[in-house]
C-alpha cells in the first residue's frame, strides 16, 4: 500500500456514488503505516492537498449523502479547501480481520471510518469505506500512481 493512489468510486447505487469526484477527490497517499494521507484533493490551481478529515462534517453526510451532490454545496467545499488542508498525517494504516480475511485496512485518525483494501493486482485495490451509521459500505478503486515527477511513496 506505500506510495501515492489515484482513486475512483465503483458505482454501486451507493448514496455516496459520485460525490467525492464531484468534490475534487483525487485519491490517497501512504508514506508508511504511521503517515497516511486518506483524502487527497485537487486544488483550483491543479496541485493536491491533503484535507484532515476530523474538519469534515461527515455526520451530516451520512444523514443527508445527497448535500455533497448540489453545485452550491461543491463550490463551497472548494472554496474551503484551503481551510481543510492539513500537513500532518491523520490515518494509520493496519492490518485488520474484516469478513474472516486478514488484509490492510486504513484506519482513521478522528472519524469512525476504517477504508478496508483488498488486491486486485500489483498496482489496483478495490476498497471500502466502513462508517459508521451507513447502512452499506461504499466502494472505490485504488490505481498506484508514480507520478512522472517523484516516485510512489514520497511525501507531497
Do not use: C, N
Not at 482513521?108 to 500489483?122: G, M, N, W
Not at 498496482?123 to 469505506?129: A, I, W, Y
Amino acid at each position: 500500500m506505500i506510495g501515492r493512489w489515484r482513486g475512483t468510486g465503483l458505482p454501486t447505487g451507493h448514496p455516496f456514488d459520485g460525490m467525492l469526484e464531484a468534490l475534487g477527490w483525487w485519491g490517497k497517499e501512504f508514506a508508511d503505516s504511521e503517515i497516511v494521507s486518506p483524502l487527497l484533493f485537487t486544488r483550483r490551481d491543479g496541485a493536491l492537498t491533503a484535507l484532515d478529515p476530523a474538519r469534515l462534517p461527515v455526520g451530516l453526510l451520512v444523514r443527508h449523502p445527497r448535500l455533497g451532490h448540489l453545485a452550491a454545496a461543491q463550490a463551497i467545499f472548494r472554496l474551503a479547501l484551503p481551510l481543510l488542508a492539513t500537513r500532518r498525517p491523520t490515518a494509520r494504516l493496519r492490518l485488520i480481520e474484516w469478513r474472516g480475511r486478514s488484509g490492510a485496512a486504513m484506519v482513521y485518525d478522528h472519524q469512525p471510518i476504517i477504508d478496508v483494501f483488498r488486491r486486485v493486482d500489483a498496482d489496483t485495490r478495490l476498497g471500502l469505506m466502513d462508517l459508521r451509521g451507513l447502512a452499506a459500505p461504499f466502494f472505490f478503486v485504488l490505481r498506484r500512481d508514480a507520478g512522472p515527477d517523484r516516485p510512489a511513496g514520497q511525501p507531497l
